[in-house]
């Protein structure tokens, strides 16, 4: 019998020797693993005619199973704050160590030979990425250059607004004409002596003085729109009291109680304890706060008598027996 030996890709210990790997099992099982890396390095040889450079983020460290080697690999290549995609993977199939891997990994599982070169980079073709990969720096390089001086316009620009504004704010005003000045003045002193005429009327509102406001002294542009308070009512900024501090006429008075009693809150603990009481229980409707006469115990069927429940079962029957012929006789017409 041959010694027991494990197959990683079937994940089971055969006992046939070298037969297993020709197996349908393992040959299916060969298959799929194989196509599962296939788009992986599809992908990669895509790369070397045109790699692609892009800023480093978290996601470029992921790692790829080679299935010849048995390890796991970098997929893309990363250095400072830029990543080559697929430069990892690229760099790990060139390489003369995947290449002997890979010889004996076909060689032990009798795989197919045609898929084996789908599976290796030429030195050529990596020379090649290499090329690509210097050009694609350049190009990124390019680009950057070209939103940093996009963002640098942008920020120029901004600060141009921004002095022409505070320019505008700074410079001094025209020097009025001193015709129109003249003009200006005297309709100004003719409203002004409207207004002391209109003032010299008798008023018939008796109206507060208004008060002074200290606030239009500090130069902040504010308007005053006039007292707003309701005649009769106060607020809390005139020192009234607040609204939800004073009391409901119908709570003023206190005669009423708030919640139930003490006698209507025992009466619902003991309703909640007879709850808890199974409800098919002896006396579970009895009531107890009716007036009882002294025969009110039941007959139980001779349960205070002495003896055996035999003898007490024939003296029930002989009883039930004499009541009923006497009740026959009671009912049975007289016949004169």
Same mark, same amino acid.
Request: charged share 25%; proline share 6%.
């Given at each position: 019998?041959? &010694?027991?030996?494990?197959?990683?890709?079937?994940?089971?210990? *055969? *006992?046939?020797?070298? +037969?297993?790997?020709?197996?349908?099992?393992?040959?299916?099982?060969?298959?799929? #693993?194989?196509?599962?890396?296939?788009?992986? !390095?599809?992908?990669?040889?895509?790369?070397?005619?045109?790699?692609? =450079?892009?800023?480093?983020?978290?996601?470029?460290?992921?790692?790829?199973?080679?299935?010849?080697?048995?390890?796991?690999?970098?997929?893309?290549?990363?250095?400072?704050?830029?990543? =080559?995609?697929?430069?990892?993977?690229?760099?790990?199939?060139?390489?003369?160590?995947?290449?002997? #891997?890979?010889?004996?990994?076909?060689?032990?599982?009798?795989?197919?030979?045609?898929?084996?070169?789908?599976?290796? $980079?030429?030195?050529?073709?990596?020379?090649?990425?290499?090329?690509?990969?210097?050009? +694609?720096?350049?190009?990124?390089?390019?680009?950057?250059?070209?939103? $940093?001086?996009?963002?640098?316009?942008? $920020?120029?620009? !901004?600060?141009?607004?921004?002095?022409?504004?505070?320019?505008? !704010?700074?410079? &001094?005003?025209?020097?009025?004409?001193?015709?129109?000045?003249?003009?200006?003045?005297?309709?100004?002193?003719?409203?002004?002596?409207? =207004?002391?005429?209109?003032?010299?009327?008798?008023?018939?509102?008796?109206?507060?003085?208004?008060?002074?406001?200290?606030?239009?002294?500090?130069?902040? &542009?504010?308007?005053?729109?006039?007292?707003?308070?309701?005649?009769?009512?106060?607020?809390?900024?005139? +020192?009234?009291?607040?609204?939800?501090?004073?009391?409901?006429?119908?709570?003023?008075?206190?005669?009423?109680? $708030?919640?139930?009693?003490?006698?209507?809150?025992?009466?619902?603990?003991?309703?909640?304890?007879?709850?808890?009481?199974?409800?098919?229980?002896?006396?579970?409707?009895?009531?107890?706060?009716?007036?009882?006469?002294?025969?009110?115990?039941?007959?139980?069927?001779? !349960?205070?008598?002495?003896?055996?429940?035999?003898?007490?079962?024939?003296?029930?029957?002989?009883?039930?027996? #004499?009541?009923?012929?006497?009740?026959?006789?009671?009912?049975?017409?007289? =016949?004169?």
């Amino acid at each position: 019998m041959a &010694p027991a030996q494990r197959c990683p890709l079937c994940r089971q210990t *055969f *006992f046939c020797g070298r +037969g297993h790997v020709y197996s349908r099992k393992h040959q299916r099982q060969l298959k799929e #693993a194989l196509e599962r890396l296939l788009p992986q !390095v599809e992908a990669a040889r895509k790369a070397i005619r045109a790699a692609q =450079v892009e800023r480093y983020v978290p996601e470029h460290d992921r790692c790829c199973w080679c299935l010849c080697c048995g390890r796991e690999v970098r997929k893309h290549l990363s250095h400072g704050n830029l990543t =080559v995609l697929h430069g990892g993977l690229l760099e790990h199939l060139a390489s003369p160590e995947h290449k002997k #891997a890979t010889n004996r990994f076909w060689w032990e599982n009798k795989a197919e030979f045609q898929m084996k070169e789908k599976f290796l $980079i030429s030195s050529q073709d990596y020379a090649r990425f290499k090329k690509s990969m210097v050009k +694609g720096l350049d190009s990124y390089q390019e680009k950057e250059d070209e939103v $940093i001086k996009e963002m640098a316009a942008q $920020i120029r620009e !901004v600060e141009h607004s921004r002095q022409e504004l505070v320019r505008s !704010v700074l410079e &001094p005003q025209a020097v009025p004409d001193p015709e129109e000045g003249s003009s200006a003045l005297g309709s100004w002193k003719g409203t002004n002596s409207q =207004v002391a005429s209109a003032s010299q009327q008798p008023s018939y509102l008796d109206l507060p003085p208004a008060p002074e406001l200290d606030w239009m002294e500090t130069g902040q &542009p504010l308007t005053f729109i006039g007292h707003q308070d309701t005649p009769g009512i106060g607020n809390i900024h005139s +020192g009234a009291t607040p609204p939800w501090m004073v009391q409901d006429e119908e709570y003023s008075s206190g005669n009423q109680q $708030i919640g139930p009693s003490y006698e209507e809150f025992l009466k619902e603990k003991e309703k909640q304890k007879l709850k808890k009481l199974p409800p098919d229980r002896v006396g579970a409707n009895f009531d107890h706060n009716t007036s009882t006469s002294v025969g009110w115990l039941p007959s139980f069927g001779r !349960v205070w008598n002495n003896g055996r429940r035999w003898q007490s079962r024939h003296q029930f029957k002989t009883e039930a027996a #004499a009541r009923s012929k006497q009740s026959h006789k009671e009912k049975k017409p007289n =016949v004169s």
